[in-house]
Structure formats: C-alpha cells, structure tokens
C-alpha cells in the first residue's frame, strides 16, 4: 500500500519547537502566557484588526461572539448553509433559532439574494435576527461589497466566521475583518494549527474584553473566586499559541503551495467534464482546498472518485453537506438562492474536495490525478 495521501494534513514549519522550548523553559503550560500573548499580537498584526482572543476553538469564537452580540433563547440568528456545522452549533449553544441562508453560484458563498429575501421574511414576521453569521468558504472570501449593506440597513451585525480563510483577501483587505467580530480555526486540518485552537479579532476593545473575560470562567477581579456571570473554560494553551507563532511565520508560503496545488489540480483534469471553485476578481483566496464540481450532463458521482481514491489510499471529501438538509436542523428555516434554485444542495450533490495538503509532492498529486482521469 502507499503512503496515505490527506485531505489536508497539518504542514510544520521547524519554527514550532523554538517556542514550546521557551514555554518549557519558563515553565508556562498554561491557557495564558507569554506565547498566547504573542500570538494574539502577531495575528492581529497579520490580518490588520486592532484586538484578538486566543481560544480553545473555532466554534468557542462563535459561540462566544454569540452571545456577547446578545443572542439569547427564542432569537434568530442567521447562518450560511453551505458549511462545517461548527458554524452553526453555538446558536444551539444559545437555545436560539437558525436560519439557514443560501450560497450564491459566484463564490459558493452567501448569496446576497437569498439574505435579501430571509429580511424582508423576518420583518414581516417580526423574526428579526440578533446576528449573520457569514461564512468564508474553503479559503474564499463572501462578496461584503453586497452582503454588508443589506446587514447594516436592518441594522443587524455581523460574524465573520473566517476558520477556512485565514490569509484570504477581498479588495486588499484580510478576511475576518469584515465583521463586527471575525473567527479563526487552527484545528488541525486548516491552513495552519495549533492542533486545536481558535481566535476572535475585533477592533471593538469592550468586545474583545468581555469575550476575554467570559472564556476564563467568568472571575471578577477579587483576591477569592467571585463570580457575578457564569463563564466558560475556552482559552488557548501557551503551548499551542507556540505552535500556532510558528506556523504564521510559514503562512504565506503555505498559500503559495496550495495556490500551485490548484493550478496542477487544474492542468491535470482540463479535459474532464469538472469545474473548478470559480475565483472571484475581488479577491485572492488561500487555497486552503481545491474543490471541484462534476458537470450537470455527466453521470460520475463524487462518490465514485471519492471510493476509487481511497483504494488508491487518498482521502477525498464531498462539499460540505448543507446544514438546512442536516436531520438535526430539519425544523429551521432556509431561504435558497432563486425560487427554483437551492445552490448548496446541487453544490453537495456535485462536488468534491481534493487532497490539498501544503506539504504534498508533485508525485503524489500526479497519483491523484491519475486516479481521477480512470473514473472518466
Ligand atoms: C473548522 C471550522 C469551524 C470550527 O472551528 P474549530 O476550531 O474546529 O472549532 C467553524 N466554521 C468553519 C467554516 C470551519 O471550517
């Protein structure tokens, strides 16, 4: 059998263990400490946000962003549909209601039509949102040049779950600076890790401060433990924000790898019946996956390219299963695209996400596209 080839493996860049070494050192193995101060500092820095909160998690963020933006039980929030139900989660965590709203063709992200159409429903039905959750999908910033208008003419804020994109652009600006408050991923299978971890950023400083203050348990400055709110356990440890600095030193090389790793992707299989994740002129993506979608007109499924690599030992993913076609979200409203037109659940039936890790060979993605052109 050959080495396994992954979806998208975590890529060291050797400038992890310089840092876990001081944490040692100075014996801070802690969820605070110099290294998650830094790597709060650093990121900030990168993506051009004034504050940011090392977290246990991705969805600790949203969660957290939830609930500082006042969603409470019986509100609605609405959610991109097509996504990773971390997304989604924390309005559970909230006892409030999703609405799950549409991608548009353009970018696969949310379409700006179908968040047209879920406002004009929720004020006529007195279900205005407390939040939008916007989605940067598989490293590709959503359209904010539409979507935020129609958000701030309802007067309602915005989360920018930005997990997938770190690094990822629209018209020169850095992805998770879009929102009111923007979210971070560092779990293992994303662009870069700290195995497990997350991040908020907000030029907002109360925001940040009272997120801070919550994912700590909730402790009132006093000499004992007082507690005047309830809180939660959801700082990063000092030895993750280690690997976490030293994978943002390789970040930008991590992008170019993966950007190339599209274009071989799209060189090798142009004479199949594929499309490839349309790229949007305002901005530049990080690549993070290469996904594609097999033509209307051809009868391979994803799922037969998905079973032919992994008995060639790759791992391949459909597109994320749309959260409004989820059974445990069944119930919650969805708005699509255009009447006749649910984009997501097309997307899901036709895509496939190829293996896109930064530290792939030529060699092994040839074996890739090889098996893919033998299902043809
Ligand atoms: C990974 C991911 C999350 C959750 O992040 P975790 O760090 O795994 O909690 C949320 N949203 C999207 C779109 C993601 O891809």
Not at 34 to 46: G, K, M, R, S, T
Not at 82 to 88: D, P, V, W
Not at 101 to 130: G, Q, T, V
Not at 278 to 306: A, F, H, Q, R
Request: with cysteine.
């Amino acid at each position: 059998m050959q080495k396994r080839i992954y979806l998208s493996p975590p890529h060291m860049s050797g400038y992890e263990m310089k840092y876990i070494q001081e944490a040692f050192e100075t014996n801070w193995i802690a969820p605070l400490g110099p290294n998650v101060d830094a790597f709060e500092h650093e990121l900030c820095n990168y993506v051009g946000s004034k504050y940011g909160l090392a977290l246990s998690s991705g969805t600790a963020g949203i969660h957290l962003a939830l609930r500082y933006l006042g969603v409470g039980p019986g509100d609605y929030v609405f959610c991109s549909s097509l996504t990773f139900a971390g997304s989604c989660n924390p309005i559970m965590y909230q006892h409030a209601n999703p609405v799950f709203i549409d991608s548009e063709p353009e970018s696969w992200n949310m379409s700006p039509e179908a968040l047209e159409k879920a406002f004009a429903w929720a004020k006529k039905e007195n279900k205005m949102p407390k939040a939008v959750i916007i989605v940067d999908l598989y490293g590709q910033s959503a359209d904010y040049e539409r979507l935020l208008p129609i958000c701030k003419h309802y007067g309602v804020p915005v989360i920018e779950d930005a997990a997938e994109a770190l690094g990822a652009t629209y018209q020169g600006k850095k992805c998770g600076t879009f929102g009111h408050i923007g979210v971070f991923s560092f779990n293992g299978n994303k662009i870069i890790t700290t195995s497990g971890g997350g991040m908020v950023v907000s030029d907002d400083e109360e925001a940040i401060k009272k997120m801070r203050f919550w994912s700590t348990q909730a402790r009132e400055p006093e000499r004992h433990y007082e507690h005047k709110e309830y809180g939660y356990n959801y700082r990063m440890s000092n030895i993750c924000a280690g690997i976490g600095r030293g994978q943002l030193i390789a970040l930008g090389d991590r992008i170019k790898a993966k950007k190339e790793i599209r274009k071989r992707y799209e060189e090798g299989l142009k004479d199949l019946p594929v499309k490839f994740m349309p790229v949007s002129v305002k901005g530049e993506p990080n690549y993070w996956l290469t996904v594609m979608t097999i033509n209307e007109e051809c009868k391979v499924n994803p799922v037969d390219i998905i079973v032919a690599l992994e008995k060639g030992n790759i791992e391949s993913r459909p597109v994320w299963k749309p959260m409004h076609m989820q059974p445990v979200f069944a119930n919650c409203y969805f708005f699509s695209h255009a009447c006749d037109e649910d984009v997501g659940t097309d997307l899901f039936a036709r895509g496939i996400c190829l293996p896109s890790g930064s530290a792939m060979t030529q060699e092994e993605q040839e074996r890739v596209i090889e098996i893919i052109k033998t299902v043809f």
